[in-house]
């Protein structure tokens, strides 16, 4: 399930939003005084986007900056005034009534965490074919003998996912090599 948390220190606001997958390049963030709007290009092509605003205290945007991880996307929003303590991420609603009554002409706009959640399942979820291979595997690997099983966990591990084999007379005399598709590098993390 998607959700974002936020905590502080004395001169950052930090806030994460939990999705997962989600390319370095598919994910924009826009800072402003007392807002922070995140853009999200989802592999099937759906924009999610997420407003946070108004910020209960303001920002400096120059300054802000986001970085895109494997599990979470995390803002780092640098506090106009440091050593403020923020109670909350996003002004109260009543706060904010006070403010439009005082003449500040302030909008807020809602985030579908459920229609998040969703694009976040359908982007995670197996496609058919995936899945009967998947069971393949896995009723392969359920069946198999102590030598086959190890054969297919050597193989998988030291090909860096790339080869499978199931026979650990070839597979245990050495390093399995790694192979990428045609048109592709293998690179080591």
Known sequence: QVRHEWYQTDNDVILEVFIKRVQKDAATVEFE??????????????DNNYEFEPLLHSIVPEESSFEVLSTKIEIRMKKASPGQRWEHLEMPD?????????????????VSWDSIAADAERET???????????????????????????????????????????WKSVGKG???????????????
């Open 33 to 46: 005084k007392s807002s922070v709007s995140l853009s999200i290009k989802m592999a099937s092509g759906s």
């Open 125 to 167: 979820k197996l496609k058919p074919s995936e899945q009967n291979v998947n069971e393949l595997f896995q009723s392969i690997y359920k069946d198999a003998d102590e030598d086959t099983r190890r054969a297919m966990m050597k193989s998988y591990v030291e090909s860096n996912g790339t080869s499978l084999s199931t026979d």
């Open 175 to 189: 390093p399995v090599e790694t192979l990428p598709p045609v048109d592709a590098v293998a690179k080591p993390y």
């Open 94 to 110: 009543d706060q904010q009534a006070k403010n439009k009554a005082a003449g500040h002409g302030i909008s807020r706009k809602g």
